[in-house]
C-alpha cells in the first residue's frame, strides 16, 4: 500500500466552519448577480418617478450592500446549524501525488489532483477549490513550522497548475 506524502491531523473549530461557509458564500454568483440587479433596479425605480441621480445611485448602492450583509448573515447561520455534528470533528488527511484522502468519524473519501479547481491559501487556512460551493479546508494549525506550511501551500499550487497546462 502506497503511503502518504504528508499526513496532517486536525480537529475543525467553529471559526473553521464560519470561514469555509462565508468563503464559499462569497464565491457564489448568484449572490453577486441578485444584489447588483435589485440595486440597479431600485436606482432606475427612482430615477424614473423624477427623483435627483445622486440619492438614487446612492440608494441602489444601499441596497446591495444590505441584501450582501443579509446573504452572508443568515447563509452563514442556517449552514452552522446544519453542520454543528463537524465543530470538533477530528479529521485525517493524506497526501499522496496521484490524490488526497480525507477521513474522519462519518466516512472517508478521495479527491483527485485533478478534481481540485483552486488553491488559495489566504488568511489562516488553506482553501482547495472542488467545484461551485464545495472546498477542502486545511488550517494552518495542522503544521506548526512555516517552511513546510509554505513547502505544502507550494506542492498544492504545483499539482493544479500542472493539471491546468
Not at 453577486?32 to 440595486?39: E, Q
Not at 440608494?59 to 444590505?66: A, E, N, P, Q, Y
Not at 464545495?134 to 503544521?143: C, D, G, Q, S
Request: charged share 20%.
Amino acid at each position: 500500500m502506497e503511503s502518504p506524502l504528508v499526513q496532517l491531523k486536525f480537529r475543525l473549530t467553529w471559526w473553521d466552519l464560519l470561514m469555509a461557509t462565508v468563503r464559499a458564500t462569497l464565491q457564489q454568483k448568484i449572490l453577486w448577480i441578485t444584489a447588483f440587479i435589485l440595486g440597479a433596479f431600485r436606482t432606475g425605480m427612482i430615477l424614473n418617478h423624477g427623483g435627483d441621480p445622486v440619492p438614487a445611485f446612492g440608494s441602489g448602492i444601499w441596497t446591495v450592500l444590505l441584501l450582501l450583509v443579509v446573504y452572508l448573515t443568515v447563509v452563514p447561520a442556517l449552514s452552522l446549524t446544519q453542520q454543528k455534528r463537524m465543530a470538533g470533528l477530528e479529521i485525517t488527511l493524506d497526501i499522496f501525488e496521484t490524490h488526497l484522502r480525507i477521513q474522519h468519524a462519518f466516512g472517508n473519501s478521495e479527491v483527485k489532483w485533478s478534481a481540485i479547481t483552486q488553491v488559495d491559501s489566504s488568511g489562516d487556512a488553506l482553501y482547495l477549490g472542488l467545484g461551485p460551493g464545495k472546498m477542502l479546508m486545511v488550517p494552518r494549525r495542522a503544521i506548526d513550522d512555516p517552511k513546510r506550511w509554505n513547502g505544502l501551500v507550494g506542492f498544492c499550487r504545483g499539482k493544479v497548475a500542472r493539471k491546468s497546462a
